[in-house]
């Protein structure tokens, strides 16, 4: 049995590292070999989670105040002395629906969801350029494809990372770099879990997968590792689903 590692000699950039999803992203980049630049905000635990991870550097930042993204590329460079992997994965999640009141939580919502991952991505292009097999991993959802009730922000948001990433592939094709995102479905994080709790819609969820369970970060870690790999340099514009199957059962 081979013991390559599968990410050696990469380095990068996670953003929404300090639990769930990017926790895991991070971890499996560590484990294969991959140094990494992981942020989250002032008040999470980026800072305490990876003391005993090897090539895991924390960087404690908003990634909406106006000079969050100099500021990530700037450690980046100081941490690893470049990175040819950019993972935009902080956002979040709050039920909303179209006839809501106040305006507030589409606009925090798009900030952290679109308008960083935007910014932050801009501000990595110079050095992304650099590699000739840069990659940009973005994270969309299950709800990039369809609608759901009460979701009315989060699936605009996800529709809008869905449509950036295919036109980011389209511009950034030329210099090597691919641009994908993943579409995580019904996945147990520390945020989601009290959702889980309620049986009914635990249920139908394991019920909805063909492959009959939940998900877990790792399931997403595996895919995010898979295109941040020199050889999938023939992958471009895609949308991953990682929900067992889910969205294409009735």
């Not at 992203?25 to 989670?49: C, H």
């Not at 609608?147 to 605009?156: D, E, Q, R, S």
């Not at 249920?203 to 399931?219: C, F, S, T």
């Amino acid at each position: 049995m081979s013991d390559r590692q599968l990410l050696s000699s990469r380095k990068a950039i996670v953003t929404g590292g300090a639990s769930g999803i990017g926790e895991a992203i991070v971890m499996a980049y560590a484990r294969e070999g991959a140094q990494v630049l992981v942020v989250d905000l002032p008040e999470s635990t980026v800072s305490q989670n990876f003391t005993d991870v090897d090539g895991v550097t924390p960087l404690e930042q908003d990634i909406t105040e106006k000079d969050a993204p100099q500021n990530i590329v700037a450690a980046a460079m100081v941490a690893m002395g470049g990175f040819d992997v950019l993972v935009n994965n902080a956002g979040i999640s709050m039920p909303d629906s179209v006839e809501g009141d106040g305006e507030e939580l589409w606009e925090k919502t798009m900030a952290i969801n679109v308008t960083s991952m935007f910014r932050i991505t801009r501000a990595a292009l110079p050095e992304l350029k650099k590699s000739d097999t840069g990659r940009i991993i973005n994270l969309g959802s299950i709800m990039s494809d369809m609608g759901g009730p009460n979701l009315f922000v989060y699936g605009t948001s996800k529709h809008a990372v869905a449509g950036m990433t295919k036109s980011m592939a389209v511009d950034l094709g030329q210099y090597g770099i691919t641009v994908n995102y993943l579409q995580p479905g019904a996945v147990v994080t520390a945020l989601s879990a009290p959702y889980f709790e309620d049986d009914d819609f635990r249920n139908y969820w394991i019920e909805k997968a063909p492959v009959g369970r939940l998900g877990q970060p790792e399931d997403v870690a595996h895919a995010a590792v898979f295109l941040a790999q020199k050889e999938s340099q023939f992958i471009s514009g895609l949308g991953l689903n990682i929900d067992g199957g889910a969205i294409v059962k009735f």
